[in-house]
């Protein structure tokens, strides 16, 4: 599985900064991306149903990335322990 730039560019704009990444792992679409209602260097998780407009603790889009892989992992597995219990 691989991050895929989706930023849709303005053409107006030269410059092309990404400013959304996705991740699909089947079920799930994992979206690292900002939002105009943010300041400019927040980045936000979507991954729905868990997360939508999340904001990450971390700057750096590479540690963004590694932290909301981190915080679905952890959803999945209270998820599952959940389940767990019930089974």
Not at 43 to 70: G, M, N, Q, S, V
Request: hydrophobic share 40%.
């Amino acid at each position: 599985m691989e991050w895929k730039d989706i930023t849709t560019y303005s053409q107006s704009f030269a410059e092309r900064i990404p400013d959304e990444w996705e991740m699909r792992t089947g079920l799930f679409r994992i979206c690292v991306h900002r939002h105009v209602n943010y300041s400019p260097n927040i980045w936000l998780l979507t991954c729905e149903p868990f997360f939508y407009r999340k904001e990450l603790p971390r700057k750096d889009i590479a540690k963004a990335k590694t932290c909301a892989i981190a915080l679905v992992m952890r959803k999945l597995l209270e998820t599952f322990r959940k389940l767990e219990k019930v089974a």
